[in-house]
């Protein structure tokens, strides 16, 4: 089973015992402020999501830059996208720091809200 080590954070497939913490998080409003229901989208995306009591010690964009490693130098993917809604500034910062380019802006399908498309390629991510 892949894992992925950062300095600080281990990145790992679930576990049944994730649910119970995973669920907490996911019913507290300042979370899901800019996630709406979180379906999949037809492409390979990066986003993420922690507890308010981790936030703003780096932990998102140690961990999103693991995940792109991985997927643009270790499996080989083309590109990989990440998609914010317009007014989620910390989740733009974090794709602008990774070095994804704003891509294009389109409408949530179901809601209707604006979002921006983020993407990166491997000699964009090596620059
Ligand atoms: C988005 C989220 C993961 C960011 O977590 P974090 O731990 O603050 O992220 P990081 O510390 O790695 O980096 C965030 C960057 O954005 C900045 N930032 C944080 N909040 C910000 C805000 N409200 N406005 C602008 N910039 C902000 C930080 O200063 C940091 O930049 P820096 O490294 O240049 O100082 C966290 O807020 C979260 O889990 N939110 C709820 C889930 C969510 O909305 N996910 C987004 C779905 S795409």
Redesign the pocket.
């Known amino acids: 089973m892949t894992e992925i080590r950062t300095p600080r954070l281990l990145l790992r497939r679930w576990h049944d015992d994730d649910l119970a913490p995973m669920a907490d998080i996911d019913a507290d409003p300042?979370?899901m402020?800019?996630?709406d229901d979180g379906s999949v989208l037809p492409a390979v995306a990066i986003?993420?999501?922690?507890g308010p009591q981790?936030?703003?010690?780096?932990?998102?964009?140690?961990a999103a830059h693991a995940t792109l490693e991985f997927a643009l130098q270790d499996r080989g993917l083309d590109r990989v996208i990440?998609?914010?809604q317009v007014g989620?500034?910390?989740?733009e910062?974090?794709m602008r720091?990774l070095g994804m380019e704003w891509e294009s802006e389109t409408a949530h399908p179901v809601h209707g809200r604006p979002l921006r498309v983020h993407a990166i390629d491997l000699t964009e991510f090596q620059a």
């Not at 703003?56 to 964009?61: T, V």
């Not at 989620?88 to 989740?91: E, G, I, L, M, N």
Request: charged share 25%; hydrophobic share 40%; aromatic share 22%.
């Open positions: 300042r979370v402020r800019w996630i986003s993420w999501r922690f981790f936030w703003g010690q780096g932990y998102a964009s140690e990440s998609i914010s989620d500034d910390a989740s910062n974090i720091k």
